[in-house]
Every structure is written in C-alpha cells, then in structure tokens.
C-alpha cells in the first residue's frame, strides 16, 4: 500500500490545557506551527504525548483538524486511535480520516493482554481500522509502561502481512528486543518502516537501524533529533556523537522518573523555550501538573540543550 513517506522525524505533539483542563486550540495551532517550521516529515497527534486516552471525541477531530489546517502538504499528520474495542477504535479511525489526517498509529487494545495472544485478534482488529479509514497504518509496540501491550514474535509477523501496514513503531524501551523486531521486520518480506519510539537510546536505536523516529520527546527537541537524523544519514558519525550528550540529556530529563510525567515536564520546558505560557502546562489528571515543582529543573534543561527562549529570541 502506497503512503506517505515516514522515513524521519516525526515529533509527537503536546496539547496546551488551562487549569480548568480545556484545550487552548489557539496555543496549539501556534504551537504546531513551530513545529513544523523546523520540517519534521510529520507530525503525530492524538498519541500518548498529547493525552489521547484522556481526550473527548470532539477534542480529538479538532486536534487533527487544527494540525491538518498548519502542517500543509510537505509534512504528513499521524493521528493516533484504539479502542478500547474494536467499533471505538474504527470510529476514531474514521474521525481522523476524515479530518484529514495521512496516517494511523494503532495502540494496542486491551484485549491484546490475552495469554497467550491470539495473533489473530491483533491482525482482524487491524485490518478493521485499517477498511474503516482506508488509510496506512503504523503498528505499535508499546511498553507496559506506557499502557501498552509488547507483541510476540508471531503476533508481530502475522501483523506485518497486512496490507496497511506501512511502518511499525517500536517503543519497548528494550534494546535486544528493538534489534529482535528489526529483524523481523527485515525477514517480512515488505518494505516497512521501522520508528524507534524509544526516547531512552536515541543515537544508538539510529545506528541499529531505525529509518525514522515517532517520539513525545520530538514534542521539544523536534530540531535537534532532526539534527542527530541528518547526521547519521549523511553517515557522518564524528558530528553525531558529539551530538548526542546534548540531545540525549535533555531527552533524559523528560523522561525522568517517573516516566510517566513526560508529558507535564513537555509543557514547562515549552515555556523556556518561548512556546507556551505557565497558564498552559496543566495535564490531565491523574497525572499531575508540574509547572511549579519541575520550574527550575526544566529551566536549566532547557539552557543546556541550548533551546532557551528559541521561540522568541
């Protein structure tokens, strides 16, 4: 199935929230905007970064809309659905299709915590997203940490001979099991795109192989994993690792512990960098707001990764 090219960075977007926890669309569009002017060849929304399970239906049709409306012909919008069943998660696909978004990254559904895992629910519940929205599909391996359900070798290679199936994103956090899935994306016999999701080893899931990168850390470091991508693709590995440090501390600030507070210190870190005001780094509970407790940290995270006040200076 022809899509759109993913071989590249594609950051996963915040959404801006006020106290009250509504979506300040303007801050995003303003926000996405940004984004796209460092030329990602796309953007991700309605994933894990942007809140999508704590999102109302209306929210997330607008969420795409807006990043369809900014994002132009020259970077690909990737929405993220799921279910929890399988008639949610056709209805999202088509929402988001409809809106216009270029392609799907499917999470993982509950039912996939089957043991042992039916490979074929992970394949018919696919395949109906995938004749629900007649667009490409990304295939997600997800961390449990994140929610997600790690697929085994055999669901993962019944899933790879869908036809939809352009790209798979692989966010284990592990590594062994990262060069597992290349390989057998490699023995799959179509020609996939393999994503790191894995924001913990960024240059080295590059040099094992990744073709491209869909990562919440691209919500702020968009320009300099685009950096560290060019570096590695022109093969020049001296300016690559003198990059990483400064790529990959920051990307280890986000992703402190605990993890799951990325994407509130997302948002206090956009504040340093000029692209958000401190009003808008609410995140949905149950995950707390940060903006007063990780101020500082992100501040000087920021400064180091030499992203301070970019937006405005």
């Not at 940004?34 to 929304?45: E, F, M, N």
């Not at 990304?138 to 697929?151: E, Q, W």
């Not at 001979?161 to 592990?174: C, G, P, R, T, Y």
């Not at 009003?279 to 007063?292: A, C, K």
Request: hydrophobic residues 45%; charged residues 20%.
């Amino acid at each position: 199935m022809n899509g759109p090219d993913l071989a590249g960075t594609i950051p996963a977007l915040i959404v801006p929230m006020r106290h009250d926890y509504s979506i300040d669309f303007e801050a995003f569009r303003r926000y996405v905007e940004w984004v796209v002017a460092q030329h990602p060849i796309g953007i991700a929304v309605n994933v894990d970064t942007g809140e999508y399970g704590y999102l109302t239906t209306e929210e997330r049709g607008e969420v795409v809309k807006v990043a369809r409306e900014v994002a132009g012909a020259g970077c690909a919008v990737v929405a993220g659905v799921g279910g929890p069943g399988t008639a949610a998660a056709t209805a999202n696909a088509r929402q988001a299709a409809e809106n216009g978004a270029d392609a799907l990254l499917v999470f993982p559904a509950p039912a996939f915590l089957n043991e042992p895992l039916d490979s074929q629910i992970v394949v018919e519940y696919h395949r109906a997203i995938a004749e629900a929205s007649s667009l490409p599909l990304i295939a997600f391996n997800l961390s449990t940490v994140f929610g997600g359900v790690p697929y085994g070798d055999i669901a993962l290679s019944s899933l790879l001979q869908l036809e939809n199936i352009v790209a798979l994103k692989d966010a284990s956090f592990d590594g062994e099991r990262f060069l597992e899935i290349r390989d057998l994306i490699r023995h799959s016999g179509r020609n996939i795109t393999l994503l790191t999701g894995n924001d913990t080893f960024l240059l080295e899931a590059m040099l094992m192989g990744a073709q491209g990168e869909l990562l919440g850390y691209g919500a702020v470091g968009a320009a300099l994993l685009i950096q560290l991508h060019e570096t590695v693709k022109r093969r020049d590995f001296d300016a690559a690792v003198e990059l990483q440090p400064r790529v990959q501390d920051f990307c280890d600030y986000i992703y402190g512990m605990p993890m799951g507070n990325y994407r509130a210190r997302c948002k206090v870190a956009l504040v340093h960098m000029g692209l958000l005001a401190p009003e808008l780094t609410y995140v949905r509970p149950p995950f707390p707001s940060l903006w007063e407790a990780e101020c500082e940290q992100a501040r000087r995270a920021v400064e180091a990764a030499g992203l301070l006040g970019i937006a405005t200076g």
